[in-house]
């Protein structure tokens, strides 16, 4: 089956219509886990039906070791995986960056994530256009090949996007 694909920005392509992988993190409420390797499985369909894009976030439960799962036993099927990164607001170190972003990196068994997308909790706190730097540093050096956000207003991406930063 062929699902239409669009550009969601640069050269990535995406299937147009995503399957979003948070329902995880309802499952696995109250300590159960989910075999990853089984639950890969369970991505297979949705490839087959053409659904090859897959949401998901560093808080959606296993969601993105499950997909990295997949990858690792489909090198060969492209699939795009975007996670998102959701700290707790306040500032953030380089280090602490750096570290979000290798953690879904190792979860997703990547080399580099498809699209990292930074969410900001509060405005009022400048530390989220600190990150928004240090993400791009990462992107740059190679390890996100892109940045988008999710949760903001028309006058902060408006903000985001004067930095030059490509989202």
């Given amino acids: 089956m062929s699902v239409e694909r669009t550009t969601l920005g640069g050269d990535l392509q995406i299937s147009r219509i995503l399957t979003g992988l948070w329902q995880i993190a309802d499952m696995e409420r109250g300590g159960r886990e989910l075999d990853?390797?089984?639950?890969?499985?369970?991505?297979?369909?949705?490839?087959?039906?053409?659904?090859?894009?897959?949401?998901?976030?560093?808080?959606?439960?296993?969601?993105?070791v499950i997909a990295g799962h997949?990858?690792?036993?489909?090198?060969?099927?492209?699939?795009?995986?975007?996670?998102?990164?959701?700290?707790?607001?306040?500032?953030?170190?380089?280090?602490?960056?750096?570290?979000?972003?290798?953690?879904?990196?190792?979860?997703t068994r990547s080399d580099a994530v498809d699209l990292l997308q930074f969410h900001a909790w509060r405005y009022s706190d400048p530390g989220w256009?600190?990150?928004?730097?240090?993400?791009?540093?990462?992107?740059?050096?190679g390890l996100i090949r892109h940045l988008g956000v999710t949760n903001y207003d028309t006058a902060?991406?408006?903000m985001l996007l004067h930095t030059g930063i490509p989202i």
């Fill in 156 to 158: 902060h991406l408006a």
């Fill in 36 to 64: 990853p390797a089984v639950a890969a499985q369970a991505m297979q369909p949705y490839v087959d039906a053409g659904l090859t894009t897959f949401d998901m976030a560093d808080h959606y439960g296993s969601s993105e």
């Fill in 129 to 141: 256009l600190d990150c928004m730097f240090e993400l791009e540093e990462l992107r740059k050096e």
């Fill in 70 to 107: 997949f990858r690792t036993r489909h090198p060969d099927t492209p699939v795009q995986l975007l996670t998102k990164w959701v700290p707790d607001p306040g500032r953030r170190s380089k280090a602490e960056v750096r570290a979000a972003v290798e953690r879904a990196l190792e979860r």
